[in-house]
Protein backbone atom coordinates (compact mmCIF):
# COMPACT_ATOMS: atom_id res chain seq x y z
CA UNK A 1 0.00 0.00 0.00
CA UNK A 2 0.96 3.48 -0.51
CA UNK A 3 2.12 5.97 2.19
CA UNK A 4 -0.17 8.30 1.94
CA UNK A 5 0.86 10.04 5.29
CA UNK A 6 4.13 11.67 3.65
CA UNK A 7 4.97 15.06 4.40
CA UNK A 8 4.85 17.26 1.76
CA UNK A 9 8.43 19.26 1.29
CA UNK A 10 8.40 22.40 -0.61
CA UNK A 11 10.65 22.94 -2.87
CA UNK A 12 13.95 25.20 -2.96
CA UNK A 13 15.29 26.38 -6.20
CA UNK A 14 19.26 27.35 -5.48
CA UNK A 15 20.67 29.79 -7.88
CA UNK A 16 24.11 29.92 -7.89
CA UNK A 17 26.17 26.68 -6.22
CA UNK A 18 29.44 27.54 -5.52
CA UNK A 19 30.72 27.56 -1.82
CA UNK A 20 27.48 29.00 -0.29
CA UNK A 21 25.42 27.39 -2.52
CA UNK A 22 26.11 24.00 -1.38
CA UNK A 23 26.79 24.83 2.36
CA UNK A 24 22.90 26.02 2.29
CA UNK A 25 22.07 22.25 0.21
CA UNK A 26 23.35 20.63 3.25
CA UNK A 27 21.85 22.71 5.93
CA UNK A 28 18.61 22.63 4.14
CA UNK A 29 18.53 19.34 2.25
CA UNK A 30 15.95 17.97 5.39
CA UNK A 31 13.90 20.65 5.13
CA UNK A 32 13.09 20.74 0.95
CA UNK A 33 13.20 19.70 -1.94
CA UNK A 34 16.40 20.91 -3.22
CA UNK A 35 17.54 21.78 -7.32
CA UNK A 36 20.18 23.78 -8.33
CA UNK A 37 21.15 26.20 -11.11
CA UNK A 38 24.79 26.95 -11.66
CA UNK A 39 26.21 28.01 -15.30
CA UNK A 40 29.75 25.82 -14.46
CA UNK A 41 30.35 22.60 -14.82
CA UNK A 42 32.65 22.67 -11.88
CA UNK A 43 29.73 22.34 -9.28
CA UNK A 44 28.71 18.82 -10.60
CA UNK A 45 31.09 16.64 -8.64
CA UNK A 46 29.75 18.70 -5.44
CA UNK A 47 25.80 18.35 -6.64
CA UNK A 48 25.93 14.95 -7.22
CA UNK A 49 27.81 14.41 -3.78
CA UNK A 50 24.98 16.32 -1.83
CA UNK A 51 22.14 14.75 -3.64
CA UNK A 52 21.24 18.10 -5.59
CA UNK A 53 19.85 17.45 -9.21
CA UNK A 54 21.22 20.66 -11.32
CA UNK A 55 18.99 22.13 -13.56
CA UNK A 56 17.77 24.88 -15.39
CA UNK A 57 17.75 28.02 -14.43
CA UNK A 58 13.94 28.45 -15.60
CA UNK A 59 13.41 25.24 -13.95
CA UNK A 60 14.68 26.47 -10.07
CA UNK A 61 12.77 29.39 -10.91
CA UNK A 62 9.81 27.65 -10.69
CA UNK A 63 10.22 26.39 -7.09
CA UNK A 64 8.36 27.99 -3.79
CA UNK A 65 11.56 29.25 -2.18
CA UNK A 66 13.94 30.57 -4.76
CA UNK A 67 17.48 31.16 -2.86
CA UNK A 68 19.83 33.80 -4.99
CA UNK A 69 23.61 33.40 -4.39
CA UNK A 70 24.46 34.53 -7.53
CA UNK A 71 27.48 37.35 -7.27
CA UNK A 72 27.16 40.95 -7.77
CA UNK A 73 28.14 41.27 -11.17
CA UNK A 74 25.53 38.98 -12.66
CA UNK A 75 22.68 39.78 -9.53
CA UNK A 76 20.84 41.88 -12.05
CA UNK A 77 20.89 39.00 -15.24
CA UNK A 78 19.97 36.69 -12.57
CA UNK A 79 16.92 38.18 -11.03
CA UNK A 80 15.79 39.28 -14.72
CA UNK A 81 15.30 35.69 -15.85
CA UNK A 82 13.73 34.41 -12.79
CA UNK A 83 10.95 36.99 -12.98
CA UNK A 84 9.89 36.06 -16.15
CA UNK A 85 9.91 32.04 -14.70
CA UNK A 86 8.59 32.55 -11.11
CA UNK A 87 5.23 31.65 -9.68
CA UNK A 88 2.77 33.67 -7.93
CA UNK A 89 3.03 33.55 -4.10
CA UNK A 90 6.72 32.08 -4.40
CA UNK A 91 9.41 33.35 -1.65
CA UNK A 92 12.67 34.45 -3.36
CA UNK A 93 15.14 35.22 -1.12
CA UNK A 94 18.86 36.51 -1.60
CA UNK A 95 22.39 35.98 0.41
CA UNK A 96 24.83 38.65 -0.62
CA UNK A 97 26.79 40.01 1.49
CA UNK A 98 25.47 43.58 0.37
CA UNK A 99 22.00 44.37 0.19
CA UNK A 100 21.15 48.13 -0.86
CA UNK A 101 22.09 47.37 -4.88
CA UNK A 102 20.20 43.89 -4.74
CA UNK A 103 17.18 44.60 -2.70
CA UNK A 104 16.70 47.65 -5.27
CA UNK A 105 17.40 45.20 -8.06
CA UNK A 106 14.30 42.74 -6.77
CA UNK A 107 12.35 45.84 -6.14
CA UNK A 108 11.94 46.66 -9.34
CA UNK A 109 12.28 44.24 -11.29
CA UNK A 110 10.70 40.86 -9.35
CA UNK A 111 6.41 40.63 -9.77
CA UNK A 112 4.39 42.04 -7.02
CA UNK A 113 2.94 38.77 -6.23
CA UNK A 114 5.84 37.16 -4.89
CA UNK A 115 7.69 37.88 -1.40
CA UNK A 116 11.00 39.32 -1.40
CA UNK A 117 13.48 39.15 1.75
CA UNK A 118 16.83 40.31 1.26
CA UNK A 119 19.09 38.00 3.84
CA UNK A 120 23.03 38.04 4.58
CA UNK A 121 24.17 34.91 6.34
CA UNK A 122 26.94 36.89 9.04
CA UNK A 123 28.99 33.27 8.66
CA UNK A 124 30.39 31.12 5.37
CA UNK A 125 31.67 27.96 4.95
CA UNK A 126 34.81 28.69 7.14
CA UNK A 127 33.22 29.84 10.05
CA UNK A 128 30.19 27.58 9.49
CA UNK A 129 33.05 24.37 9.65
CA UNK A 130 31.96 23.00 13.08
CA UNK A 131 27.89 23.88 12.17
CA UNK A 132 25.68 26.94 12.29
CA UNK A 133 23.73 27.29 15.26
CA UNK A 134 24.12 30.52 16.97
CA UNK A 135 25.24 32.08 14.01
CA UNK A 136 24.05 35.17 12.75
CA UNK A 137 21.93 36.44 10.14
CA UNK A 138 20.52 39.58 9.06
CA UNK A 139 16.89 39.40 7.49
CA UNK A 140 15.57 42.89 5.48
CA UNK A 141 11.83 42.84 4.71
CA UNK A 142 11.63 43.93 1.17
CA UNK A 143 8.44 42.97 -0.23
CA UNK A 144 5.41 40.81 1.37
CA UNK A 145 4.59 39.71 4.53
CA UNK A 146 6.38 35.96 4.97
CA UNK A 147 9.86 37.31 6.31
CA UNK A 148 8.08 37.12 10.26
CA UNK A 149 7.83 33.11 8.81
CA UNK A 150 11.34 32.62 7.49
CA UNK A 151 12.60 34.62 10.39
CA UNK A 152 10.94 31.94 12.77
CA UNK A 153 12.27 29.09 10.61
CA UNK A 154 15.95 30.24 10.71
CA UNK A 155 15.74 30.56 14.43
CA UNK A 156 13.72 27.54 15.45
CA UNK A 157 15.02 25.03 12.46
CA UNK A 158 18.27 26.11 11.90
CA UNK A 159 19.14 27.32 15.15
CA UNK A 160 20.32 30.85 13.58
CA UNK A 161 20.39 34.68 15.42
CA UNK A 162 18.06 36.14 13.50
CA UNK A 163 19.13 40.61 13.36
CA UNK A 164 16.11 42.37 11.48
CA UNK A 165 17.22 45.31 9.60
CA UNK A 166 17.08 47.98 6.47
CA UNK A 167 19.21 47.17 3.58
CA UNK A 168 20.82 50.67 4.44
CA UNK A 169 21.59 50.10 8.34
CA UNK A 170 22.35 47.02 7.15
CA UNK A 171 25.34 48.02 4.67
CA UNK A 172 26.25 51.06 6.89
CA UNK A 173 27.52 48.51 9.21
CA UNK A 174 28.66 45.96 6.90
CA UNK A 175 31.25 48.52 5.36
CA UNK A 176 32.85 48.97 8.87
CA UNK A 177 32.65 44.77 9.93
CA UNK A 178 33.08 43.19 6.90
CA UNK A 179 34.92 45.86 4.76
CA UNK A 180 37.69 46.37 7.23
CA UNK A 181 38.00 42.87 8.13
CA UNK A 182 38.68 41.95 4.78
CA UNK A 183 40.70 44.81 4.10
CA UNK A 184 43.36 44.27 7.30
CA UNK A 185 43.33 40.23 5.76
CA UNK A 186 44.12 41.14 2.36
CA UNK A 187 47.12 43.70 3.43
CA UNK A 188 48.13 40.70 5.98
CA UNK A 189 48.18 38.15 3.59
CA UNK A 190 50.39 40.48 1.03
CA UNK A 191 53.02 40.89 4.32
CA UNK A 192 53.17 37.07 4.40
CA UNK A 193 54.32 34.62 5.47
CA UNK A 194 52.55 35.76 8.63
CA UNK A 195 54.68 34.25 11.97
CA UNK A 196 53.49 31.20 13.82
CA UNK A 197 56.09 30.42 16.20
CA UNK A 198 56.53 33.05 18.63
CA UNK A 199 53.16 34.46 18.54
CA UNK A 200 50.34 36.21 21.12
CA UNK A 201 46.84 35.52 21.79
CA UNK A 202 45.72 38.69 20.05
CA UNK A 203 47.96 37.98 16.83
CA UNK A 204 46.68 34.24 17.05
CA UNK A 205 42.95 35.46 17.03
CA UNK A 206 44.14 38.45 14.24
CA UNK A 207 45.51 35.33 12.31
CA UNK A 208 42.35 33.18 12.78
CA UNK A 209 39.93 36.08 10.98
CA UNK A 210 42.48 36.56 8.53
CA UNK A 211 41.90 32.14 7.51
CA UNK A 212 37.96 32.92 7.67
CA UNK A 213 38.45 35.02 4.87
CA UNK A 214 41.46 34.74 2.68
CA UNK A 215 39.53 31.44 0.77
CA UNK A 216 36.51 33.75 -0.21
CA UNK A 217 35.90 33.95 -3.97
CA UNK A 218 37.42 37.33 -5.38
CA UNK A 219 33.96 38.31 -6.67
CA UNK A 220 33.21 37.91 -2.69
CA UNK A 221 35.81 41.06 -1.68
CA UNK A 222 34.68 42.48 -5.37
CA UNK A 223 31.40 43.22 -3.31
CA UNK A 224 31.92 44.21 -0.08
CA UNK A 225 34.77 46.49 -1.59
CA UNK A 226 32.74 47.72 -4.44
CA UNK A 227 29.12 47.22 -4.52
CA UNK A 228 28.85 48.15 -0.55
CA UNK A 229 27.76 51.87 -1.28
CA UNK A 230 29.18 53.13 2.19
CA UNK A 231 32.62 51.34 1.94
CA UNK A 232 34.58 53.69 -0.02
CA UNK A 233 34.10 56.23 3.15
CA UNK A 234 34.79 53.61 5.79
CA UNK A 235 38.11 52.82 4.22
CA UNK A 236 39.18 56.01 3.22
CA UNK A 237 38.48 57.06 7.13
CA UNK A 238 40.45 54.15 8.10
CA UNK A 239 43.59 55.32 5.39
CA UNK A 240 43.42 58.71 7.00
CA UNK A 241 43.70 57.44 10.26
CA UNK A 242 46.55 55.10 9.11
CA UNK A 243 48.58 57.76 7.98
CA UNK A 244 47.89 60.05 10.80
CA UNK A 245 49.15 57.40 13.47
CA UNK A 246 52.29 56.61 11.03
CA UNK A 247 53.03 60.17 10.86
CA UNK A 248 52.54 60.80 14.72
CA UNK A 249 55.10 58.11 14.95
CA UNK A 250 57.71 59.25 12.81
CA UNK A 251 57.71 63.06 14.25
CA UNK A 252 57.76 61.13 17.75
CA UNK A 253 61.15 58.99 16.80
CA UNK A 254 62.55 61.97 15.71
CA UNK A 255 63.18 63.76 18.59
CA UNK A 256 65.78 62.82 20.74
CA UNK A 257 65.42 61.34 24.36
CA UNK A 258 68.00 63.64 25.55
CA UNK A 259 67.40 67.65 26.10
CA UNK A 260 70.05 69.91 24.61
CA UNK A 261 72.33 69.52 27.62
CA UNK A 262 72.42 65.77 27.28
CA UNK A 263 70.71 65.10 30.50
Known amino acids: MKNNNRIHKSSLGIVGFGAFGQLAARHLGQHFEITAYDPSLVVASSAEKLGVPLTSLRSVSQADVILIAAPVSSFETVVSEIAVACRPGALIVDVGSVKTIPSEIMRRLLPSNVDIVATHPLFGPQSAAKGIEGLKIAVCPIQGRRHARLAAFLRMALGLTVIISTPEDHDKEAAIVQGL ?83
Open 181 to 263: THLIAKVLLRMGPLPTRMTTKSFDLLSEAVSMVQHDAPEVFEAIEKANPYAETVRRRFFELASELSAELETASRISPFDENGH
